[in-house]
């Protein structure tokens, strides 16, 4: 009877080369769904080696769940749509606060120079954590609320007020914005934000990885300098000196440029926890940076 089996593995070692197959199977089902999703995302323990492009373009974390749904459906992330809504409330927040002109010595600055350069980091956050196509979706929530609440503010503005209610100059002055200056800010918004996240994203795929400081700071150089140009050149030419113009510039960008900066400490906090929490790492290899490309 022992002769008849002797040949015949153990069953321990049967169960472990089934545990090896079924892994390999595994793997070759995750490859296929991962192929479809458009940013490359390294796991956190082989965040320094890089995958072959043709075999995944994006790489599952410890817990494969957390990345890809069933049926290769997007990630559900825990923490990107409430970053997405704190982003747009920051973006309305500083257009409503930015008719106030605040002083700090000899520096004078709006209450939406206080406030807005954050929506700045918010895109490298989005960019350099979720990926471009993350930050994308957030630029175009920032806009579109941008633009209602510009045209509702508009509205409400010309709308006759109730006799009884004395405070229409007051919230003329909050809401009442002139439309070239609506346009300019508009416009200012969408190419400085995209700019943004567009350096920063080839920058990282450039230093693979590495030198997150000087992806943040090269970012916001690209993306405040567009911003600060258009919407200070759409809102005030033909109504400023050229030479008022250039100082204007100078000030706005210069001070936009040492906030982001100075809160490059929070960025690294921030930045790290998150690709923690999340489990992902994003890398932009073969992403159409199209703003207009909203199906990936």
């Not at 490859?31 to 965040?47: C, F, H, M, R």
């Not at 290769?72 to 923490?79: H, I, L, M, N, S």
């Not at 700090?104 to 990926?131: K, N, R």
């Amino acid at each position: 009877m022992r002769a008849e089996h002797e040949d015949e593995p153990p069953a321990i070692h049967r169960a472990f080369t089934q545990s090896i197959s079924d892994a390999r199977e595994d793997s070759r089902g995750r490859n296929e769904i991962a192929g479809k999703v458009d940013s490359k995302v390294l796991p956190e323990w082989d965040q320094e080696k890089r995958l072959r492009p043709s075999a995944m373009r994006y790489a599952l974390t410890m817990n494969p769940s957390r990345n890809l749904a069933h049926a290769g459906r997007p990630t559900r992330f825990r923490y990107l749509e409430t970053l997405t809504i704190a982003f747009v409330v920051i973006l309305l927040v500083s257009n409503l606060v930015g008719p106030k002109i605040c002083r700090f010595g000899p520096l004078l600055v709006s209450g939406a120079q206080l406030l807005f350069p954050i929506t700045y980091i918010w895109g490298d956050v989005f960019t350099e954590v979720y990926g471009y196509a993350a930050s994308r979706r957030a630029i175009w929530l920032g806009f579109f609320g941008m633009a209602l609440l510009a045209a509702m503010g508009e509205v409400a503005v010309l709308l006759p007020p109730s006799p009884g209610w004395h405070d229409q100059q007051a919230f003329a002055t909050v809401f009442g914005l002139v439309p070239r200056f609506a346009i300019a800010s508009l416009i200012a918004y969408w190419a400085g934000e995209f700019t943004n996240s567009y350096t920063l994203a080839k920058m990282k795929l450039w230093t693979g990885g590495r030198q997150l400081w000087a992806r943040t700071v090269g970012s916001t150089v690209t993306g405040q300098l567009v911003d600060t140009i258009v919407v200070i050149l759409v809102a005030f030419w033909g109504v400023e000196t050229p030479r008022h113009l250039l100082l204007m510039i100078g000030s706005a960008y210069g001070f936009k440029v040492v906030y982001e900066v100075v809160a490059t400490p929070v960025t690294y906090l921030v930045v790290g926890w998150l690709k923690r929490a999340e489990g992902v790492d994003a890398f932009d290899e073969g992403t159409n940076f199209s703003p207009f490309a909203f199906r990936e």
